[in-house]
C-alpha cells in the first residue's frame, strides 16, 4: 500500500522507519508521475517488507527543496535514513524492482 508522507511527518515516516523505504516525489499534474503511480502499487503489494511513500511536491516544499528534486518523478530509495540510491524521470516496473533489490541487498 502507497501511503503520502508530508513535511510533518516524513522524520518519522522515513528517516526513523529503519530498513529499505522508497519514496516517489511527484505532482497531480505529471503525467509521468500518474503512469508510475500503478507500478508502484504493485510494488508495494509484491514487497511487503520495504515501505512506499509518496510526496506531493506541490504540497511539500521544504521537503522536495532538501532533497534536490528538480525533476518528475523522483524515486529516493533509503535505508537506516540515509538516501543510497536515486532515479529521475520515467521509469518501468524493473526499473522500479531493480532500485528496490539494490536497497535490499546494500549495506549501507
Known sequence: ML???NDDSFQAD?????????????ATWCG???MLLPILETLAEE?????????NVD?????????????LPTL???KNGNVIARNV????????DDLI????NSTE
Do not use: H, M
Open 89 to 96: 524521470g520515467a521509469v518501468t516496473k524493473s526499473e522500479v
Open 101 to 104: 533489490q539494490f536497497g535490499k
Open 59 to 71: 504540497e511539500s516544499v521544504n521537503l522536495y527543496s532538501s532533497y534536490d528534486v528538480r525533476n
Open 3 to 5: 501511503v503520502q508522507t
Open 47 to 55: 514487497n511487503p517488507d520495504i515501505k512506499i511513500f509518496t510526496v
Open 76 to 78: 529516493l530509495i533509503f
Open 32 to 34: 509521468p508521475c500518474r
Open 14 to 26: 522515513v528517516l526513523n522507519s529503519g530498513g529499505v523505504v522508497l519514496v516517489d516525489f511527484y
